[in-house]
């Protein structure tokens, strides 16, 4: 099972959908649109994880798939 996650970035203003603890492919503005899209990537890879971080990269959410 992959899991994926979305952390604040530390350098700027954003938020980044990681896999597995591998390096991040985009940076998103908002973090409603990485989660959305976190989401759709987590959905289509079932079984999966995704896991939500605050802005103190706390654990807020996790959701399976």
């Known amino acids: 099972m992959k899991t994926y996650a979305v952390t604040p970035s530390i350098d700027t203003d954003g938020w980044f959908v990681k896999v597995e603890n591998v390096a991040p492919t985009a940076l998103y503005t908002s973090k409603d649109a990485a989660i959305e899209k976190a989401e ?26």
């Open 40 to 65: 759709q990537t987590a959905k289509e890879n079932s079984p999966s994880k995704l896991v939500i971080y605050d802005q103190h990269k706390n654990i807020e959410e996790e959701r399976s798939f």
